[in-house]
């Protein structure tokens, strides 16, 4: 069974860091683009960051670019998020996912739960 288990998340001050993980069990990563993307209260769902389906190129959104860095182990199936010089606008649900492509990371196939990041100002 595909499954995604996010983590990490917590209660950071601004300008702090945090690094979320995701662990992929179930599926074959290579066959999908992987990565991040969040949502706020009451906003729409943003694309944070995510691989193309093998692994060699990154994308950010614009947002986040300069402050997190994406990067995955394949031999444990896990990925992970740094998060750096963090801003009360980060604070969200953040997700980890799996789509058919980074141009398509609206369509997501396969989600973790969603952990929590909160940014005190």
């Known amino acids: 069974q595909a499954q995604l288990v996010d983590s990490g998340g917590g209660l950071v001050q601004a300008g702090g860091s945090l690094r979320l993980s995701c662990a992929a069990s179930g599926f074959t990563i290579s066959n999908y683009a992987m990565g991040w993307f969040r949502q706020a209260k009451e906003k729409g769902r943003e694309f944070v960051a995510g691989f193309n389906s093998n692994g060699e190129t990154t994308y950010y959104g614009d947002s986040v670019k300069g402050r997190f860095s994406i990067s995955r182990d394949n031999a444990k199936y896990t990925m992970y998020l740094q998060m750096n010089s963090l801003k009360p606008e980060d604070t969200a649900i953040y997700y980890c996912?799996?789509?058919?492509?980074?141009?398509?990371?609206?369509?997501?196939?396969?989600r973790g739960q969603g952990t929590q990041v909160t940014v005190s100002s």
């Open positions: 996912a799996a789509a058919p492509t980074v141009e398509r990371f609206y369509e997501i196939i396969y």
